[in-house]
């Protein structure tokens, strides 16, 4: 049994939470994310798009949360794998998983419109 295996749920809540506030404090554009996800939810409040608009935001800013977070630990650890040394394969890494964030981001905006618009118009 690894050190990590035998540690209790408390432990591993706490790595979670140093996780994520790593996260936040290395990765500007997860804070960008934070900030545009308190303002979607904030709208869908004031606008009263109903719970299940609401749930379907959540879930959709989870997802692009979800996608930056994982997006930057793959940066991490294949920088140290290469030891921060220029690969092509290593770019090739980045720019798939930079454009998952991309992607998940443009179908988040149009989500975001669809719920929206309607509400305001």
Do not use: C
Not at 21 to 41: D, F, P, S, W
Not at 47 to 54: I, S
Not at 110 to 121: A, K, S
């Amino acid at each position: 049994m690894t050190k990590f295996k035998s540690q209790s749920f408390k432990a591993k809540i706490e790595n979670a939470r140093h996780g994520i506030n790593l996260a936040l404090r290395a990765e500007k554009n997860l804070r960008v994310h934070t900030v545009i996800a308190a303002l979607v939810i904030l709208a869908g409040l004031l606008l009263q798009v109903g719970t299940l608009k609401l749930s379907i935001l959540l879930l959709t800013i989870a997802l692009v949360v979800i996608a930056e977070m994982l997006n930057s630990a793959l940066e991490f650890a294949v920088d140290a794998l290469y030891k921060n040394k220029y690969s092509r394969l290593v770019k090739f890494a980045k720019d798939i998983s930079a454009g998952a964030v991309l992607f998940v981001s443009f179908i988040a905006a149009i989500i975001g419109f669809l719920i929206f618009i309607p509400e305001i118009l």
